[in-house]
């Protein structure tokens, strides 16, 4: 079963359109194509890649369509749409024929509305991915987990996956009960993944060991069980807090006790299944 590293992006740095970006994260203000990635992989034994959306625009998606035409390693790509316009179904039916075109991403996490996901326009998009196969993407804060389980349950037959288990407070070592309750409430619906994956990003970045992150995948592997939960580095996002291979090893680490047939879906075989790689 090949290795996948369900969660990583390139980018084309760009100071005003990666302003999200700040001083603090000067490590990564800078250019990350496919050929600074797949040593990478290839250090660690990982077969290829998900490709993920960064900018919210039609030319992200032809300039990572483009890296994932380029580069075999490159399995998949989550792209971007404006699930609210009344031209949706059109361009999903366009994305369609690009084969590495697998599901779409929203940035909700950085939405005023918090609860955007719920508004009917919003729906309406989400309603069409399942007709042309595509899966999405939740990219939430956990103040947005509240409204995750209502989303994810209106649509039982569309593949969702969590995106940095939600991203919890690690930095702070709050491990609260709101945050656990909530991704259980999510998990408790099959069609739910989860990416352990972003974790350091929001641990300390100089201070972070991995029993600060243990606790938050203690509860992810616990509400998701094996068979839904994937490993993404969230490269080169990572590399405020951790070179690629220091991520790996965590997990690595983390999943030794498991068994073989565990360890091959969570690297790989999850990854898969839920994007049909």
């Given at each position: 079963?090949?290795?996948?590293?369900?969660h990583?992006?390139?980018?084309?740095?760009?100071?005003e359109?990666?302003?999200?970006?700040?001083?603090d994260?000067h490590?990564?203000?800078?250019?990350f194509m496919p050929g600074?990635?797949e040593?990478?992989?290839?250090a660690?034994?990982?077969?290829?890649?998900?490709?993920?959306?960064?900018?919210?625009s039609e030319?992200?998606?032809?300039?990572?369509?483009?890296?994932?035409?380029?580069?075999d390693?490159?399995?998949?790509?989550?792209g971007?749409?404006d699930?609210?316009?009344?031209?949706l179904?059109?361009?999903?039916?366009y994305?369609?024929?690009?084969?590495k075109?697998k599901?779409?991403?929203?940035i909700?996490?950085?939405?005023?509305?918090r609860?955007?996901?719920l508004?009917?326009?919003?729906q309406?998009?989400?309603?069409?991915l399942?007709?042309?196969?595509?899966?999405y993407?939740?990219?939430?804060?956990?103040?947005?987990?509240?409204?995750?389980?209502e989303f994810?349950?209106?649509?039982p037959?569309q593949?969702?996956?969590i995106?940095?288990?939600a991203?919890?407070?690690?930095?702070?070592?709050r491990?609260t009960?709101?945050?656990?309750?909530?991704?259980k409430?999510?998990?408790?619906?099959?069609h739910?993944?989860?990416?352990?994956s972003?974790?350091?990003?929001?641990a300390?970045?100089?201070?972070?060991?991995?029993?600060d992150?243990y606790p938050?995948?203690d509860?992810v592997?616990e509400?998701?069980?094996?068979?839904?939960i994937?490993?993404?580095s969230?490269?080169?996002?990572c590399?405020?807090?951790?070179?690629?291979?220091?991520w790996?090893e965590?997990?690595?680490?983390?999943f030794?006790?498991?068994?073989?047939?565990?360890?091959?879906?969570?690297?790989?075989?999850?990854?898969i299944?839920?994007y049909?790689?």
């Amino acid at each position: 079963m090949l290795r996948i590293d369900a969660h990583q992006h390139f980018w084309k740095y760009d100071a005003e359109q990666h302003a999200w970006i700040g001083a603090d994260m000067h490590v990564i203000q800078k250019d990350f194509m496919p050929g600074d990635l797949e040593p990478e992989l290839r250090a660690v034994g990982i077969d290829g890649c998900v490709l993920v959306q960064v900018d919210q625009s039609e030319e992200e998606n032809k300039f990572q369509l483009a890296n994932a035409a380029a580069h075999d390693f490159v399995k998949g790509v989550v792209g971007w749409v404006d699930l609210q316009s009344s031209f949706l179904e059109e361009q999903l039916a366009y994305y369609k024929a690009f084969p590495k075109m697998k599901g779409f991403r929203h940035i909700l996490q950085g939405e005023k509305d918090r609860a955007l996901m719920l508004k009917p326009a919003f729906q309406r998009g989400i309603g069409m991915l399942k007709k042309f196969g595509f899966t999405y993407d939740v990219l939430i804060y956990p103040d947005q987990l509240g409204y995750t389980k209502e989303f994810t349950a209106a649509f039982p037959d569309q593949p969702f996956v969590i995106d940095h288990i939600a991203k919890p407070y690690i930095k702070d070592k709050r491990l609260t009960s709101e945050w656990k309750a909530a991704i259980k409430a999510v998990a408790a619906d099959e069609h739910v993944y989860c990416k352990v994956s972003g974790m350091v990003t929001e641990a300390d970045w100089k201070q972070w060991k991995p029993e600060d992150l243990y606790p938050y995948i203690d509860t992810v592997v616990e509400a998701f069980g094996p068979k839904r939960i994937m490993y993404g580095s969230d490269w080169p996002v990572c590399l405020v807090a951790a070179s690629y291979g220091r991520w790996y090893e965590v997990m690595k680490d983390y999943f030794a006790d498991f068994s073989e047939t565990e360890q091959a879906d969570f690297f790989g075989g999850n990854a898969i299944r839920f994007y049909k790689l």
